[in-house]
């Protein structure tokens, strides 16, 4: 089963940008086909995702980290005009952030969840529900 989270800091992010859960949801089915535009190493890639009504040029940048199977999480998120990318630090820091989260198991995504550090993305698709 596939799993997709946003971090807290996403979160934050998010509200200010004009993206969706549904948006990121379709994101990571894109990125299990293999369209992921950089593999940034220590297991965190860098996604494009376009808000609907806007194409791939005017898309807010995303980094996730992912072990490209079933656990994808939603870690940073910039927008273009905002800046360019991010610095060698910061990508250390997520590299790190990505895996302990990955090392998660059940019990720690569940307390991750109830303390909201993490938030499950939900979708409605009952083929491939992320729950």
């Known amino acids: 089963m596939t799993r997709a989270f946003r971090t ?6 998010m509200k200010k940008s004009s993206l969706t859960d549904a948006d990121l949801w379709r994101s990571v089915a894109e990125m299990r086909q293999g369209l ?35 656990r994808w999480y939603f ?11 991010i610095d060698q630090a910061e990508l250390q820091a997520l590299q790190e952030i990505a895996k302990d989260l990955l090392r998660l198991d059940d019990i720690a995504i569940a307390s ?20």
Do not use: M, Y
Request: charged share 30%; glycine share 10%.
């Open 8 to 13: 807290a800091a996403f979160t934050r992010w």
């Open 75 to 85: 870690l940073f998120g910039f927008e273009k005009n905002e800046r360019a990318n």
């Open 112 to 131: 991750a969840l109830a303390t909201r550090s993490i938030v499950e993305i939900c979708h409605d698709d009952e083929d491939d529900q992320v729950r």
């Open 36 to 70: 992921i535009d950089a593999h940034l190493g220590g297991q965190v890639v860098k996604k494009r995702i376009a808000p609907a009504g806007r194409g791939k040029r005017g898309a807010a940048r995303t980094l996730v980290a992912t072990n490209l199977g079933s």
